[in-house]
């Protein structure tokens, strides 16, 4: 079943991506993610929660391919996209004196 994000055009590159991760195509796969996230970031945003996943996926491979190093910026920032998220959900869900806003029923 299709859902909205199958339209997405990075949508693509990112199922190749994980083919040839899983075919241990390590060099393909790392291409495919860092042009799915170019997408990415030109259509939502570098920042966008949408990027995580795939950061994460790339990371993956990279260490899979035995760039430690590598791997290990693309993990922090997966991470402080995370948390930046997080930190803008939770803002918005506060009001002034810090009380949480709940949704009205």
């Known amino acids: ?4 994000r199958d339209n997405f ?4 590159k990112l199922s190749t991506a994980r ?7 390590f060099i393909k796969a790392q291409n495919y993610y860092e042009e799915a996230i170019a997408l990415i ?3 939502i945003g570098r920042d966008n929660i949408e ?3 795939p950061l994460m ?14 791997a290990e910026q693309l993990y922090s920032r997966a991470t ?6 997080a930190k803008n959900k939770l803002h918005r869900a506060l009001n002034k004196e810090g009380k949480v806003l709940l949704p009205r029923t």
Do not use: F
């Not at 055009?9 to 693509?12: A, C, L, T």
């Not at 996926?57 to 590598?70: H, I, P, R, V, Y």
């Not at 402080?80 to 998220?85: E, F, G, K």
């Open 80 to 85: 402080y996209v995370l948390a930046s998220y």
């Open 9 to 12: 055009p990075w949508q693509e």
């Open 1 to 4: 079943m299709k859902t909205y």
């Open 41 to 43: 970031e030109h259509y």
């Open 57 to 70: 996926d790339l990371a993956e491979c990279t260490k899979s391919a035995g760039d430690n190093s590598q």
């Open 19 to 25: 083919g040839a991760w899983r075919n241990g195509d």
């Open 51 to 53: 990027v995580c996943i």
